[in-house]
């Protein structure tokens, strides 16, 4: 067993220096991040003014989930994460392969949502260009920094998470003032206005909330060097989700109790209609501008290490032959993966530009359609790890492995399969777009096979697919952070 003694060495050869503090706040970190600046209004409108309950049911869920990450993470502590645990348990190179492509697509999809709510607050600021030009605009500098290979610091990180934290207590401080003021009313805070019983309703917004509360899985990276992790990652994941969810439902309140709950749903960008309102003593204009410059940095940074996630994992999927080598390759100079890189930002403006369309057409909106495609790949992952960890009980175990509540597991399932089932029923054609982007996956690994490469069956078992995105990253590929499952080094903020 490894040693947990703060500075020393684990078995991987990595000095355990993460405290318990330390590790919450880095799990903190990657929870709190863009998911509730774009899709909060979206929330309301599904649920009402209690629509604070969809970010509380969804945290549950959530955290529950990460009960069995950190089971899991206490047996295998390495970065692959969910394809090494459904690897681990399954041993099927087929199902392991799915669940990478899982996570690679929902990187997509989130890229694309978080692009699209950006450019809703830009058009706070200049509402001149259209939309989906600002979205592709951005994804495509998004992709330029990626190229450059500009790695941000541990500072400037922090100093962007703080950035976002500040955009959220600006929210709350609104709230805090229309109670205050006395001109607030707490009967919005229990009202269900949206059709069909509140079980629903709430049912319906955590299918949206639950994209804000993703990226806690990425804490998994650092379990070996985290300091008697038995003890302490578990304490910290859940802790650092928990302070996330609490944050959110303040924040969620706050915004209900200062605007009308239908005009929370019908705007662009919800949360600069609190600012409007005009309850802080600063004049509106200038907050308007403030604001919106905070949520494009919130926006901006969640992005940008997503993309990294999607661009690592076609890369390290590249080197083991999964998919044509040509993802594998780096530029000369820049050392970064050009190739993975432009494919991300293709599939990305496909994704936008085909949501825009639908929407124009009277479809759904185009960041509620891909903030609906993310959440299908995750709970089908997740509710697969909950699987997995139970599946593994009895196996590769040790004294400093950390056990979840069976009942809890078996209650995250359960949370997980409803949130999967009530999306595939409300929205049929969602499957659509999954199929989509399960069936490019299929065609790159085709093409692949075609040209007589392809990964053997004990490469994607004890190191192909499972470690995609635990590759060797060249020099120059931002490596702080990443999206949706994704591996990182440092923050990533959903």
Same mark, same amino acid.
């Given at each position: 067993?490894?040693? #947990?003694?703060?500075?020393?060495?684990?078995?991987?050869?990595?000095?355990?220096?993460?405290? !318990?503090?330390?590790?919450?706040?880095?799990?903190?970190?990657? =929870?709190?991040?863009? &998911?509730?600046?774009?899709?909060?209004?979206?929330?309301?409108?599904?649920?009402? /003014?209690?629509?604070?309950?969809?970010?509380? @049911?969804?945290?549950?869920?959530?955290?529950?989930? &990460?009960?069995?990450?950190?089971?899991?993470?206490?047996?295998?502590? %390495?970065?692959?994460?969910?394809?090494?645990?459904?690897?681990?348990?399954?041993?099927?190179?087929?199902?392991?392969?799915?669940?990478? =492509?899982?996570?690679?697509?929902?990187?997509?999809?989130?890229? &694309?949502?978080?692009?699209?709510?950006?450019?809703?607050?830009?058009?706070?600021?200049?509402?001149?260009?259209?939309?989906?030009?600002?979205?592709?605009?951005?994804?495509?500098? $998004?992709?330029?920094?990626?190229?450059?290979?500009? #790695?941000?610091?541990?500072?400037?990180?922090? $100093?962007?998470?703080?950035?976002?934290?500040? /955009?959220?207590?600006?929210?709350?401080?609104?709230?805090?003032?229309?109670?205050?003021?006395?001109?607030?009313?707490?009967?919005?805070?229990?009202?269900?206005?949206?059709?069909?019983?509140?079980? *629903?309703?709430?049912?319906?917004?955590?299918?949206?909330?639950?994209? @804000?509360?993703?990226?806690?899985?990425?804490?998994?990276?650092?379990?070996?060097?985290?300091?008697?992790?038995?003890?302490?990652?578990?304490?910290?994941?859940?802790?650092?989700?928990?302070? @996330?969810?609490? *944050?959110?439902? =303040?924040?969620?309140?706050?915004?209900?109790?200062?605007?009308?709950?239908? %005009?929370?749903?019908?705007?662009? @960008?919800?949360?600069?209609?609190?600012?409007?309102?005009?309850?802080?003593?600063?004049?509106?204009?200038?907050?308007?501008?403030?604001?919106?410059?905070?949520?494009?940095?919130?926006?901006?940074? #969640?992005?940008?290490?997503?993309?990294?996630?999607?661009?690592? *994992?076609?890369?390290?999927?590249?080197?083991? +032959?999964?998919?044509?080598?040509?993802?594998?390759?780096?530029?000369?100079?820049?050392?970064?993966?050009?190739?993975?890189?432009?494919?991300?930002?293709?599939? =990305?403006?496909?994704?936008?530009?085909?949501?825009?369309?639908?929407?124009?057409?009277?479809?759904?909106?185009? $960041?509620?359609?891909?903030?609906?495609?993310?959440?299908?790949?995750?709970?089908?992952?997740?509710?697969?790890?909950?699987?997995?960890?139970?599946?593994?009980? !009895?196996? +590769?175990?040790?004294?400093?492995?950390?056990?979840?509540?069976?009942?809890?597991?078996?209650? !995250?399932?359960?949370?997980?399969?409803? *949130?999967?089932?009530?999306?595939?029923?409300?929205?049929?054609?969602?499957?659509?777009?999954?199929? /989509?982007?399960?069936?490019?996956?299929?065609?790159?690994?085709?093409?692949?096979?075609?040209?007589?490469?392809?990964?053997?069956?004990?490469?994607?078992?004890? /190191?192909?697919?499972?470690?995609? !995105?635990?590759?060797?990253?060249?020099?120059? $590929?931002? +490596?702080?952070?990443? &999206?949706?499952?994704?591996? %990182?080094?440092?923050?990533?903020?959903?």
């Amino acid at each position: 067993m490894a040693t #947990t003694t703060a500075g020393t060495a684990s078995e991987g050869g990595l000095k355990r220096t993460i405290t !318990g503090r330390l590790l919450y706040f880095y799990v903190l970190g990657d =929870v709190l991040g863009s &998911g509730i600046y774009v899709l909060i209004g979206l929330v309301a409108g599904a649920v009402g /003014g209690a629509f604070w309950v969809a970010f509380a @049911a969804g945290v549950s869920v959530a955290a529950i989930t &990460g009960l069995a990450y950190a089971e899991l993470v206490t047996k295998y502590p %390495q970065a692959a994460g969910a394809s090494l645990y459904v690897s681990r348990a399954f041993k099927s190179p087929a199902l392991t392969f799915f669940v990478t =492509v899982c996570m690679l697509s929902a990187s997509f999809a989130a890229i &694309g949502s978080l692009a699209s709510g950006f450019s809703r607050y830009f058009g706070s600021l200049w509402d001149l260009p259209p939309a989906l030009l600002v979205s592709v605009l951005f994804v495509a500098l $998004v992709a330029v920094v990626n190229y450059i290979g500009i #790695t941000e610091s541990v500072v400037i990180n922090m $100093v962007m998470t703080f950035v976002e934290v500040a /955009g959220l207590v600006i929210i709350a401080a609104c709230g805090v003032i229309a109670l205050a003021s006395g001109n607030a009313d707490l009967s919005v805070l229990t009202d269900f206005s949206a059709e069909g019983s509140p079980v *629903i309703a709430v049912v319906a917004g955590v299918t949206l909330a639950f994209f @804000a509360m993703t990226g806690f899985e990425n804490a998994a990276n650092v379990a070996e060097e985290t300091v008697d992790p038995s003890r302490t990652f578990p304490r910290a994941l859940v802790g650092g989700m928990v302070t @996330a969810g609490v *944050i959110y439902v =303040v924040v969620a309140v706050s915004a209900a109790l200062v605007v009308p709950v239908d %005009q929370l749903a019908g705007s662009d @960008a919800a949360l600069l209609e609190v600012v409007r309102a005009g309850l802080l003593p600063l004049p509106v204009g200038v907050m308007i501008i403030v604001f919106s410059l905070i949520a494009m940095v919130a926006i901006g940074n #969640t992005t940008l290490v997503t993309t990294a996630a999607g661009a690592r *994992i076609l890369y390290g999927m590249g080197r083991v +032959d999964v998919v044509p080598r040509v993802f594998s390759r780096v530029h000369p100079t820049r050392r970064s993966p050009v190739v993975a890189l432009g494919f991300t930002l293709a599939v =990305v403006v496909a994704l936008m530009a085909v949501g825009s369309l639908f929407t124009a057409l009277g479809g759904p909106d185009v $960041v509620e359609r891909l903030a609906t495609i993310t959440v299908v790949f995750l709970v089908v992952v997740y509710a697969l790890v909950i699987v997995c960890a139970l599946k593994q009980r !009895g196996t +590769d175990e040790h004294p400093g492995v950390f056990r979840a509540s069976t009942p809890l597991l078996l209650v !995250g399932i359960v949370g997980n399969a409803a *949130i999967l089932v009530y999306t595939v029923v409300d929205d049929p054609t969602s499957l659509l777009w999954v199929a /989509g982007l399960l069936a490019l996956g299929g065609v790159l690994y085709a093409v692949q096979r075609a040209r007589g490469g392809g990964a053997s069956r004990e490469a994607l078992l004890s /190191g192909g697919v499972e470690r995609a !995105g635990d590759a060797a990253v060249p020099d120059g $590929v931002p +490596d702080h952070g990443d &999206g949706p499952g994704g591996p %990182q080094d440092g923050r990533s903020s959903s």
